[in-house]
């Protein structure tokens, strides 16, 4: 069976365009373009079948299929010849049962998608992936593409990076300078990229990066280019798998740029239609008080989306003031019973740190969706028995210097809730044990004296 699909406006205007033109805007209205899957044709294949078909297919080995994002080929990238996808086993991510987190917090339920524990370590890699899958089909179709370019805020340009020097493609990334931490910086150049530092914000980077694609046949990667969506779509799935095809109750998912909101509607929308799952969960946008547009527009009905002047935050991917996917996020939110919510620096270090001794490690923009659903918890606005799923979207990793001055107390305006530093001790038996005892018993209250060995000596 083929299948098929294209780029057609989100707002609704005619007009069918190829996966494989070179084309980022509805010509018509200017608005973004999103990917569209003849549905009938995927609809003649029963539900059971596509189930069993994914089950086969996760995390095994047959070429590219094993995916978490080409396992699902069909309902993402359809007519791409599988020798020019550019895969690194993206997805199949761990779906993190945070028992002892929720617990703590009285809920039955939580369980955080691990997307950061990808080969760049953030979810980017789903969609990024896909883009440049259809780069490199485009190039054995004859098209000119010297480069593919993006602006980032740092988890973008590292998956564009990987996925260019994966596939022998020129990668440009665009980053404003001394706004992304050195992991993230170390990334694109270890891959070979061709990297600027421009003395602007994001919304800057951004600017210039479109105007590039616009005016050369530099290939654009960022979010507005739909294909990355359709990859980054099947987190939704590939979880909806992981509970053995229930839907969850609840996902909270951190916004900025606000396509990866959107891409988790289109996934369970798209099961839905084909009937894999009947029943939609609620999604929660949870963004950072420092660059906030969609909450405030959330908090006036989502009559109109205005772009605010991002401030500096710890959580520096989502530090977008004139988000490009807002009205898709605002679409999306309005089927799923959205709710947005916010947190502050002092809420989102403390939520990090304080799920961080559960076992988990979280990166800050983690920590801005845990710190929403403290928030909603405490305010008895999200009920503690549904099963509620957090989007963790980068590696911890990737932000030690966060997470070292967190635990030093070197962030102004936070005040460390869940600090724990090493303690200097001489290399001297009696001095290190004292210290030991002394702080299990900080820890657990008395210990039963003496019955520890060596202790009573
Ligand atoms: C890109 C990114 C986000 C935000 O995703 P959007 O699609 O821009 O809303 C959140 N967290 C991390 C770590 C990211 O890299
Ligand atoms: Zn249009």
Redesign the pocket.
Known sequence: MKFKAWFQCVMGCEGKYSLGEIIYKCPKCGSLLEVQHDMSLLKRRKPETWIRLFEDRFRHTTWPYGSGVWGKKELVNPEIADENVVSLFEGGTNLFWADRLGRELGMKELWIKQC?NDHTG???DLGMTVLVSQVKQMIADGKKIPAVACAS????SAALAAFCAAAGIKAIVLLPRNKVSNAQLIQPIANNALTLALETDFDGCMRIVQELTEKENIYLAN?MNSLRIEG?KTVSIELTQQFDWEVPEVII???????????LGKGFLEMKELGIIDELPQIICAQTERANPLYLSYKKGFKQIEPVKAKKTL?S??Q?GN???AHK?IRTLKQFNGVVEQATESELANACARADRTGLFC????GVALAVLFKLIEQKRLDPKARTVVIS??HGL?FTDFKLNYHEDKIQGVKPMYQNLPIPVAADFKKVRDIIYRQIEKDFGKTSGGKIRGKQQ
């Open positions: 950061g953030s979810f980017k805020t740092g988890d973008t979010s980054q998912i951190p916004g900025g740029n606000l396509g990866n909101v959107s891409a959580a991917a989502i977008i988000p490009v996917s996020a990166c800050p923009h983690t979207t980068a990737k």
